[in-house]
């Protein structure tokens, strides 16, 4: 029952939007999912390894009928699920100091967001809509979005290599393994335990 | 131009707003019996204390400084409500926080000096003297302020002095690298800045840090007060300071680089600057990546000016370089805004008998570095570089490889120099790395202001 | 098609937990004291199915009441959510990864979704297919660092860096004929390593049970 698998931290939050304000975030959504340059920061913060949102509208929680009572809701919800490397407060820093816009542009529509900026009183924020997985799975627990990446830097790399290195003579051999070195170099980190949590 | 009140240097301690440049330290180490012997020693200490005014008029030949432990404002009898608003690392100290800091096997509690195995340390009193005997008199003159109020019981003592060579004090550690570079600049706390000390704007100058990433009270880099504790009056103008003792495994650090230097096409001592990012004279490899340049070294406006954006793939300071890791300057994006809450002013100076290349040394021999970490957050600051850019390099993209000098390998890991196609500066990979630095003791210290001091003697805290 | 991002899939689901005042423990704590016994390393029940890079499940209470001026309301059936983020290139992929699920770990979906409002069973995979997709939500917007590769190339890659990087490092300095000769013999003997399992990678033990038992975590403080 933990938020924590290795190297990786599932959050959850949920949080209640005025049903008009849905479309507007929807509309947000669309423009971000299109406009590829838009996603950019996303990338470049480079500790998040998977993260979705989802809108719920109040009408749409599954119902598979089986007497099960359908929901009377007022508010739609949005839902956030993220799989991120680091801390808690290591991630909300970071969005908070350089995504602040952007974070603004999505919960700005949820009902209560303080705003992004100062980092405080929105860690109080998230920490109260936050809600705790019960069972997280990860197939490389000990490897973090940069070493993912680092890892398919050298795999590349590798089997460029070893391709030439069947028919290169010795003296090729030796050029060849230099420039796969020079490329691989600043990818070779090793992967293993994450730090202990605080 | 950010606006900020001015700061009231002489409600703030010196040792927080400078680091004095005086040669020689000892630092007594106390812990209090009765609170109100103890109010009436600070009381007495009081007027001794060095403040932030400014030495307009010299140098005085000593000066002396007080800061605390969580157990040691305990003793002071505080309300419980303020000592419970304390951030949390500060109230477990710096033992409690091991695993946290990656104080495991040769570094955990269990290796440390027994005063800090013991957890008695209550204060933590720095005296700084121009000479020896300097320091002597100050150092008499307030052991006798202890003995004549019998506030405190002295539990030890720890001598420190830079490097005098030729007469002249140097800033040399005992590996031989010119330390005391790039300070962090705060607003209001400098006449002047360096370029490459603050922040990084995004038209490249540097700007001065918000002052509350050192002083509480004040508004910090992201938008706020930064979180203290209550009440306000006993926390402004006060800091952290994370004090650790680190011994010095010398002659494991020369035999390690004789070898590797005899391996690595650059050299002993282009492969000594890419352990750290500087010659060992201090020139910084980014700005000159093939020989020392003292020019530079000597060049306030050049010795920390430079950023990693041209050298994304670290041929000339390596990826992994200790100055890279603990001030990344340029190198995550989003102009520098990631480290900017994540930098810590140092003091601290080297102890122990300074030793020639060419005389014997060995790794049990007394000497090493007392490191001093002042910041306003510990966790966020000190502790988080700690943990996240030294004993590990995710940030980095380096995984899990630690900090060359620094990292805690216990004989394994690796620190890979980058480099291009040439002879002289080749990639080369070091392993087996055992720990040329081991941590002795210490523990973290809230240093109040001098308004808090008074504060303290007068026993007038109340929370709110 | 914002389930897809690339050659990976975003699947949520929410699945309405039945709601049985005679049940004792109630459906949701059935659920949850059986994930908390259920391993999240190599023996984990999504290590031996294929396809899930990661994946979670959560049982969400209610939603959460964040405070006047909002409205109070509450969901009157507490639903689990399973997030998982899977291999699924080209149309039939969903269905393909939850029959999949169906093949390999029938029990452990049994233990956890008997607990739902219509579950069908994992035995007949058509229904249980249809009933995921029943309970499926649109992903709104589905980010992913890494979008091409899958977990089995994933892991080949990891296995890959590391033994390249020690390779690299006992090889330095070398004569260029025996660099040769060793670097094919390398390459030989690690494209036929077994690939490394799921749910683990790494020199040191690391794996956490269900308990959180080799976790290294202490608490850290309210304040930062």
Not at chain 2, 170 to 195: A, I
Not at chain 2, 205 to 210: E, H, K, V
Not at chain 3, 65 to 85: D, R, T, W
Not at chain 3, 177 to 192: G, S, V
Request: net charge negative; proline share 5%.
């Amino acid at each position: 029952m933990s938020n924590i698998n290795g190297k990786v931290y599932a959050m959850n939050a949920v949080t209640p939007m005025k049903p008009w304000k849905t479309w507007v975030l929807r509309a947000i959504f669309f423009v971000l999912w299109n406009v590829k340059p838009l996603q950019q920061d996303l990338i470049n913060l480079s500790f998040i390894e998977f993260a979705r949102w989802v809108v719920i509208p109040r009408r749409r929680f599954p119902d598979l009928g089986n007497a099960q009572p359908k929901e009377e809701l007022q508010y739609d919800y949005l839902l956030f699920f993220s799989n991120f490397n680091g801390t808690w407060n290591q991630y909300i820093d970071a969005f908070s100091a350089v995504l602040a816009k952007g974070l603004n542009l999505i919960w700005r529509w949820s009902e209560k967001f303080p705003g992004s900026v100062p980092v405080t009183i929105f860690k109080e924020y998230i920490a109260r809509v936050q809600f705790d997985t019960d069972y997280y799975y990860t197939a490389y627990p000990h490897a973090t979005a940069n070493d993912l990446k680092s890892a398919h830097i050298v795999q590349a790399s590798f089997d460029v290599l070893s391709q030439r290195a069947q028919t290169a003579t010795p003296e090729e051999f030796a050029e060849e393994y230099l420039d796969f070195v020079l490329q691989v170099q600043c990818h070779l980190g090793e992967t293993g335990e994450a730090p202990v949590v605080f | 131009m950010a606006i900020m009140s001015k700061l009231n240097e002489t409600d703030i301690q010196g040792f927080v707003l400078r680091g004095y440049n005086l040669t020689y330290a000892r630092y007594f180490y106390l812990h209090f019996e009765d609170a109100a012997r103890a109010r009436k020693l600070i009381a007495r200490l009081l007027p001794e204390i060095t403040t932030g005014q400014r030495w307009d008029g010299g140098k005085p030949r000593s000066t002396v400084n007080i800061a605390f432990t969580h157990r040691g404002l305990a003793a002071f009898e505080l309300p419980i409500a303020t000592l419970i608003s304390f951030p949390v690392e500060f109230q477990q100290g710096m033992k409690k926080r091991a695993a946290i800091l990656g104080d495991t096997g040769l570094n955990a509690p269990e290796h440390w000096d027994e005063l800090w195995r013991e957890g008695r340390v209550h204060a933590w009193l720095g005296i700084q003297g121009l000479t020896s005997s300097a320091l002597d008199t100050a150092s008499t003159e307030m052991l006798a302020l202890i003995e004549e109020t019998r506030g405190a019981v002295v539990l030890d003592s720890q001598d420190a002095a830079s490097q005098v060579i030729a007469g002249k004090a140097t800033t040399k550690e005992h590996f031989g690298y010119t330390d005391g570079f790039g300070n962090p600049d705060y607003l209001g706390v400098e006449r002047s800045t360096q370029p490459g000390q603050g922040k990084l704007m995004p038209d490249g100058s540097w700007a001065p840090l918000a002052t509350g990433e050192l002083l509480l009270g004040y508004a910090d880099e992201a938008g706020e007060l930064p979180v203290a504790p209550i009440p306000h009056i006993l926390a402004s103008n006060g800091t952290f300071m994370a004090y650790r003792k680190l011994h010095q495994n010398l002659a494991s650090f020369r035999a390690y680089l004789e070898e590797h230097g005899r391996q690595y096409g650059g050299g002993k001592e282009k492969l000594a600057a890419k352990f750290i990012g500087r010659w060992r004279d201090g020139t910084p490899l980014e700005l000159s990546p093939d020989a020392e340049n003292q020019a530079i070294v000597q060049d306030p406006q050049r010795s920390t000016n430079f950023t990693y954006g041209a050298d994304g793939d670290g041929t000339r300071c390596p990826v992994g370089a200790h100055i890279r890791r603990v001030h990344p300057r340029d190198t995550f994006g989003f102009n520098g805004k990631l480290i900017d809450r994540r930098r810590v002013t140092r003091r601290g100076l080297p102890y122990g008998k300074f030793a020639d290349e060419n005389e014997p040394v060995s790794d049990s021999d007394d000497r090493g570095i007392i490191f001093m970490a002042l910041n306003a957050n510990l966790s966020r600051q000190f502790e988080f570089v700690q943990q996240q850019w030294i004993e590990y390099g995710n940030d980095a993209r380096l995984g899990n490889d630690k900090d060359m000098l620094l990292g805690n390998h216990g004989g394994h890991g690796k620190f890979v120099v980058q480099g291009d196609g040439s002879q002289t500066n080749p990639p080369y990979v070091c392993t087996a790395l055992p720990n040329f630095v081991e941590l002795r003791g210490g523990d973290y210290f809230f240093i109040p202001s001098i308004t808090a001091l008074g504060m303290l003697a007068m026993g007038l805290v109340d929370p709110r | 098609m914002p389930n897809n991002n690339g050659c990976v899939y975003g699947l949520t689901i929410l699945s309405p937990i039945l709601n049985d005042e005679k049940a004792t423990p109630s459906h949701d704590l059935q659920i949850r004291n059986y994930l908390a016994t259920l391993p999240t390393g190599e023996t984990s029940p999504f290590a031996h199915a294929p396809g899930t890079h990661l994946c979670r499940l959560v049982v969400m209470d209610d939603v959460i009441y964040v405070g006047m001026p909002a409205c109070e309301e509450h969901l009157k059936s507490k639903y689990l959510i399973f997030e998982s983020n899977l291999d699924a290139a080209g149309g039939a992929g969903l269905e393909s990864y939850l029959r999949g699920l169906a093949q390999a770990i029938p029990q452990h979906l049994d233990a956890v979704w008997s607990h739902c409002v219509g579950y069908p069973g994992a035995a007949n995979a058509e229904a249980f297919v249809r009933y995921m997709k029943a309970c499926q939500i649109e992903t709104t917007f589905f980010f992913a660092a890494v979008n091409d590769k899958t977990v089995t190339e994933t892991l080949r890659a990891l296995q890959t860096q590391k033994a390249v990087a020690d390779f690299i490092a006992r090889h330095q300095g070398m004569e260029h004929a025996k660099l040769k000769a060793e670097f094919l013999e390398f390459a030989t003997r690690l494209n036929a390593e077994p690939l490394p399992r799921p749910g683990t990678m790494g020199s040191r033990s690391g794996e956490s049970d269900a308990w959180g038992r080799g976790r290294g975590i202490k608490t850290g403080g309210h304040n930062e």
